[in-house]
């Protein structure tokens, strides 16, 4: 059974973008086509960071994944047409974590794995849009994101625009050495171990 397996956490590239499952129908990417074919951020995104973002799988079922752009990049529909996203950061355009999977950390591993590959790439921050009432793959619940190290930079009426600065947040990093064996694994083979959005509700 998948959920007796260990949790992988590799990264996203190009390929593999087009494959992700339609997770809900209010994100700023494209519905008439999968998620990525064709669009500029994708091939933004691979060159900034050396991928797209980050696949979580249990076995060989994929169970979450995070979708990351560069700031000029970021689709215009959506929160970031006005936000004034940082030019240090990288934007998260989606946050998914599979219903059956919710509360298995499986979100918090993900945004482990990301930000330690993202601060390889010397990258000052990821931001990311907030919900307080309706989490979304796009909107994440704003409570879990504070809580995981991100601090709010501009409020919003339906949520919040959230920021995590990679060069001075480490309160849930467990140590420098672990960090860099996740980078490692990241770059070299996928790493293990046993959460986002969630689609109405919380991690």
Do not use: N
């Not at 995070?66 to 990288?90: Q, T």
């Not at 591993?109 to 990301?114: A, K, N, S, T």
């Not at 409020?155 to 467990?174: Q, Y």
């Amino acid at each position: 059974m998948a959920g007796a397996q260990q949790l992988r956490v590799e990264p996203l590239q190009p390929g593999g973008v087009p494959r992700l499952p339609e997770v809900c129908d209010r994100c700023p990417l494209p519905h008439d086509r999968p998620p990525g074919t064709d669009q500029p951020w994708v091939a933004a995104a691979a060159e900034a960071y050396g991928c797209c973002g980050v696949l979580a799988r249990i076995g060989d079922t994929p169970v979450g994944h995070i979708l990351v752009s560069p700031p000029l990049h970021a689709p215009v529909r959506g929160p970031y047409a006005a936000a004034g996203v940082s030019p240090d950061a990288a934007v998260i355009l989606q946050f998914y974590v599979h219903p059956e999977y919710r509360g298995r950390r499986v979100g918090r591993r993900m945004l482990e794995e990301l930000a330690a590959m993202l601060v390889r790439r010397h990258v000052g921050g990821i931001e990311i849009r907030a919900s307080r009432s309706d989490p979304t793959c796009l909107a994440p619940p704003e409570e879990w994101l504070l809580e995981q190290g991100f601090r709010v930079v501009r409020k919003g009426v339906f949520g919040s625009r959230l920021r995590m600065d990679l060069r001075t947040t480490r309160a849930w990093w467990p140590s420098l050495a672990e960090v860099e064996d996740g980078v490692r694994q990241l770059l070299g083979r996928p790493a293990t171990g046993p959460e986002p959005a969630r689609r109405g509700s919380g991690p």
